[in-house]
């Protein structure tokens, strides 16, 4: 299957039709000045959605400023975004313009904006309304005028009965709501992005082609890790290939069933082996054999992992979305586990 020309909107590439449609939403939203809060699975191409809103809007021309909101204390994520003046903590040697100011006249995207701090949400939210606000060490309110968007891949709405998110911001950021599906509920997108990333990292190799055998590979794979891992697996097999044709083999996607029944362990997780009965109901479908190889890779690498934190990181999803998947497993029959 040789590299072709990819259908591409700006440079979003898709083949799907869940995609097509959320680009003719996506297109109407950015012609207007409303906040969207794109939801969605870690690694399904929320900020390449954030992208082509700005560039198909009337602030196409101004900055687009991307901030990624989680990992960071409460001080550096306000550093961040109000900016500073000089003098204005230990260490401010010199004035600093934050993201609030630099997005003046363009778009601001918060990703992972559920983890902004509480009362960093407060400080926003005021933000939103005021359509001013007051860097530190400074006393002086600097007016700004950027369009908003926000992404996330929590339950917002669960997060603020928790209170961990205020409804008044929820509100704010969520009046046009876009909600990526996860890459294998979109399957009509998968060879195109592969061809796609052949195509970006030819630097790495000269591999231009996929063969039958990757192509079923990649068709018939869970990708848990969405469009990131897909990425990653182009790359890595770009790397051992000799030659110009990826196969199945390169890709590194077959994962060994259980031959026998064994019992995994990995911290407070306890591994049943796939009865008789589960692995009966996978000698189908496509979308059976997609479950049964993301169950092979969840107890695979937690049992190769020293926490579930460290598992998620490695799979290219949420700790969140792990724990969500582990119940789904259980509900099936497939693991016992305590979580």
Same mark, same amino acid.
């Given at each position: 299957?040789?590299?072709?020309?990819?259908?591409?909107v700006d440079?979003?590439?898709?083949?799907?039709?869940?995609?097509?449609?959320? $680009?003719?939403?996506? #297109?109407?939203?950015?012609?207007?000045e409303?906040?969207?809060?794109?939801?969605?699975p870690?690694?399904?191409?929320?900020?390449?959605?954030?992208?082509?809103?700005?560039q198909? #809007? $009337?602030r196409?021309?101004?900055?687009?400023?991307?901030f990624? =909101?989680? =990992?960071?204390?409460?001080?550096?994520v306000? *550093?961040?975004?109000?900016?500073?003046?000089?003098?204005?903590?230990?260490?401010?040697v010199?004035r600093?313009?934050?993201f609030?100011?630099?997005?003046d006249?363009?778009?601001?995207?918060?990703?992972e904006?559920?983890?902004?701090?509480?009362?960093?949400?407060?400080?926003?939210?005021?933000?939103?309304?005021?359509?001013?606000?007051?860097?530190?060490? @400074?006393?002086?309110p600097?007016?700004?005028?950027?369009?908003?968007?926000?992404?996330t891949?929590?339950?917002?709405?669960?997060?603020?009965q928790?209170?961990?998110?205020?409804e008044?911001?929820? +509100?704010?950021?969520?009046?046009?709501?876009?909600v990526?599906?996860s890459?294998?509920?979109r399957?009509?997108?998968?060879?195109?992005?592969?061809n796609?990333?052949?195509?970006?990292?030819?630097?790495? /190799?000269?591999?231009?082609?996929?063969?039958? #055998?990757?192509?079923?590979a990649?068709?018939? +794979?869970?990708?848990?890790?969405n469009?990131?891992?897909?990425?990653n697996?182009?790359?890595?097999?770009?790397?051992?290939?000799?030659?110009?044709?990826?196969?199945?083999?390169?890709?590194?996607?077959d994962?060994?069933?259980p031959?026998?029944?064994?019992a995994?362990? /990995?911290?407070?997780?306890?591994?049943?082996?796939?009865?008789?009965a589960?692995? #009966?109901?996978? *000698?189908? /479908?496509?979308a059976?054999?997609?479950?049964?190889?993301?169950?092979?890779?969840?107890?695979?690498?937690? !049992?190769? @992992?020293?926490t579930?934190?460290?598992?998620?990181?490695?799979?290219?999803?949420?700790? !969140?979305t792990? !724990? +969500?998947?582990?119940?789904r497993l259980? *509900?099936?029959?497939?693991?016992?586990?305590?979580?």
């Open positions: 299957m040789p590299i072709r020309e990819q259908t591409s440079e979003v590439v898709f083949g799907d039709p869940f995609t097509e449609q959320m $680009l003719v939403l996506a #297109s109407r939203v950015a012609r207007t409303v906040t969207v809060l794109i939801g969605g870690s690694g399904t191409g929320k900020e390449v959605l954030a992208r082509f809103i700005h198909n #809007s $009337l196409s021309g101004g900055r687009f400023i991307a990624n =909101c989680a =990992c960071l204390p409460e001080s550096m306000e *550093d961040l975004l109000f900016g500073h003046e000089r003098g204005a903590f230990t260490g401010a010199q600093f313009e934050g609030f100011a630099q997005a006249g363009g778009t601001l995207f918060l990703d904006v559920g983890e902004l701090p509480l009362a960093v949400q407060a400080k926003l939210l005021r933000v939103l309304q005021e359509r001013e606000f007051i860097p530190l060490g @400074s006393t002086r600097q007016k700004t005028n950027f369009r908003l968007l926000a992404a891949n929590r339950n917002l709405k669960g997060d603020i928790a209170g961990r998110f205020r008044d911001l929820f +509100y704010r950021l969520n009046i046009f709501p876009l990526l599906k890459l294998a509920e399957p009509g997108d998968i060879l195109p992005l592969a796609a990333m052949l195509l970006k990292h030819r630097h790495i /190799s000269a591999a231009n082609e996929l063969d039958s #055998s990757a192509v079923a990649l068709q018939g +794979y869970a990708w848990p890790g469009v990131r891992e897909l990425e697996v182009i790359q890595r097999a770009m790397v051992v290939v000799d030659g110009t044709v990826l196969s199945a083999s390169h890709l590194g996607l994962l060994p069933l031959a026998a029944a064994v995994m362990r /990995s911290a407070d997780l306890e591994f049943a082996p796939i009865t008789t589960v692995a #009966s109901r996978v *000698d189908g /479908s496509l059976d054999r997609r479950a049964e190889q993301e169950a092979e890779l969840i107890m695979a690498t937690l !049992r190769d @992992s020293p579930k934190t460290a598992a998620a990181a490695r799979l290219g999803i949420s700790e !969140r792990l !724990r +969500y998947k582990l119940a259980r *509900d099936h029959g497939l693991m016992v586990a305590n979580v």
